[in-house]
């Protein structure tokens, strides 16, 4: 029995990064700029992980139950299920259930409408309706329908929710980390070139370290060129423009402070 589960660092560290998708997530955004006050948007995310962490506690706590329980579970998305049949009695499993029902309807209602809007309005209405208010509304239905088509296509791929954050997370989080996180502070806010070309080879590196990993492998099992997974690849593919930014703006401060003595 090994601690990491026979995995190795790198993977396990890929996890953690995820994890702070948090801090880029744009459903995370919405919410905390439709805070009437910084003060409000502060404590609503600290509240809310706490929260988070209670309920993974309760989940992983739960799955580990589960499996030494149901060592022949076929699935383990049938972990819950399988636990309120054996120790449920008939009103409270009625209970269980709907809330099981209630915590998934209500995270997609949640998702997919604020996706709708993010493809909508902050980016089909700005690029072919911006200043055309009235067409707020056809474009977020567009978005609504860009959104089922996407999450269809992606629960068609593979049906493993782990594996489905995994590429998501390798892919999109590495794009997106470094630019959106450096821009909430001043000092560091890098310019909108090296923001959009450090997006643009963050993402570029990640997809193609992962669509490499699946070809040689498959989605399950990817087999990454010397190891490395694409997560790693895309963050240093996307710190690269912000580094060279770095530089230039200190070497024209430099310069300025030459002239100026």
């Known amino acids: ?6 995995l190795s660092p790198w993977y396990i560290a890929v996890w953690y990064i995820i994890a702070l ?9 919405t919410r905390v700029f439709a805070a009437k006050k910084p003060q409000v948007a502060k404590w609503g995310l600290i ?30 998305r049938f972990a819950y299920p ?10 409270l499993k009625g209970v269980f259930y709907t809330g099981l029902l209630a915590s998934e309807l209500s995270a997609v209602d949640a998702f997919t409408f604020t996706s709708a ?6 980016i089909l209405w700005r690029l072919f309706g911006y200043g055309d208010v009235t067409k707020i509304t056809r474009f977020t239905r567009y978005g609504l329908l860009i959104t089922a088509i996407v999450t269809f296509v992606i629960i068609q791929i593979t049906p493993k929710i782990y594996l489905i954050w995994y590429a998501l997370g390798s892919i999109m989080v590495p794009a997106i980390l470094f630019p ?16 959009f070309w450090s997006t643009v ?16 492998g ?19 593919f996307s710190i690269v423009p912000l580094l060279i930014d770095r530089m230039n703006r200190r070497r024209k401060g430099l310069k300025s402070a030459v002239k100026s003595f």
């Open 117 to 122: 809007t993010i493809v909508g309005h902050d």
């Open 1 to 6: 029995m090994k601690p990491t589960g026979g």
């Open 180 to 195: 959106l996180t450096l821009s909430y502070f001043p000092k560091w806010r890098p310019s909108p070139k090296a923001a």
């Open 82 to 91: 399988a636990l309120a049949e054996r120790v449920l009695p008939m009103g």
């Open 47 to 76: 509240i809310s992980v706490g929260c988070w962490l209670v309920f993974d506690l309760m989940t992983n706590l739960a799955g580990l139950y589960a499996r030494a329980a149901f060592a022949s579970l076929p699935e383990s």
């Open 218 to 236: 498959d989605a399950v099992s990817p087999q990454y060129l010397w190891g490395m997974e694409p997560m790693y690849a895309g963050l240093v």
């Open 201 to 216: 080879l963050g993402l570029s590196g990640s997809l193609t370290a992962y669509l490499l990993g699946v070809t040689r």
């Open 21 to 29: 998708s948090t801090l880029v997530d744009p459903n995370v955004n």
